[in-house]
């Protein structure tokens, strides 16, 4: 007889579980207590539910998987920046990191294992994308983020940026369960308005997070204001140009109001010139956008781009400046530990030892 594979219990809407304990013949307060432990309490394994008996304990372990995702290696940073890699239950490695700052600590996390879209500068792009993240494993990720946070630093995360591995709006549903179960009180309770989405550009899917009515900010990360040039390095534009996403992004925004950014990494002799920066002022006056981030490349090994000098950096910012463009550098943090922007690989590397 064919033995069926058993069902990850966090999958189970609070509903089913009251559900599943009714029909065993246990009370529906089992169905909260083990909720709360999954989400607010963050259990680990079965045994950690403390208050259970160890009979129910067994029987749930019997009929149910909680696969927790794990720390496989962490990596410091002389900058205070620490890099994570987590394995999942079947074997799959997905990095994340935490900046902090004196006013943040901040969780870049990822949304899947590898990625689809081959963008040329991106140290993820190169590799074949394995699988979406299910949104327990995104919690989860954010979940030892702050853990470490809390231990290094004596504080919880204040922001999360779904900046790390893989495109967040191809892995659509996972992504906004994840979020409302971080931001759920019953979860992490963290604000919507502290989370921000990171796409390469996907314009189906940003209209779809209008008609959701999401909370949370949305990034888009640009890196070439005109078609030729952003095709040359994210692929993803042949099917989703700048126009389609000018659109896109002024739908999203009428239906949600929500914080729209631009990225953009500067790349020498490609995208750093002063008509460059003109391209960018015009499509940034076509979008109610807050702020254009320029971001420092992090050099790959599979890519031969370069980064400008400070001088072509600043010429750049200081034409955006002129023209009114509500502009931020962004330096990158955790180079030594390539877990900078664009930097995030799975690179087989020896755990550090905190000091």
Known sequence: ???????????????????????????????????????????????????LSKELRTKLSEQFTLPALGEDVTQFSHDGTVKSRFRTVDGHFVEGVLIPTDERKTACVSSQIGCSLSCKFCATGYMERKRNLEFDEIFDEVVLLNEQSEKAYGRKLTNIVFMGMGEPLLNYKNVLKAIEMISSPEGLGMSPRRITVSTAGVAKMIRQLGDDKVRFKLALSLHAANDAKRHEIMPINDTNNIKSLIEALNYFYKQTGNEITFEYILFKDFNDSLQDADELVKIYRQVPADLVNIIEYNPIDLAAFEKPDEDKTMQFMQYLEKHRVNVRLRRSRGKDIDAACGQLANKEVEPDVET
């Open 1 to 51: 007889m064919l033995k069926l594979a058993k069902k990850n219990i966090r999958q189970l809407s609070k509903d089913e579980l009251e559900q599943y304990f009714v029909e065993m013949g246990e009370k529906k307060f089992r169905a909260k207590q083990v909720y709360e432990w999954l989400w607010t309490r963050q259990a680990r394994s079965f045994e950690d539910m403390t208050n």
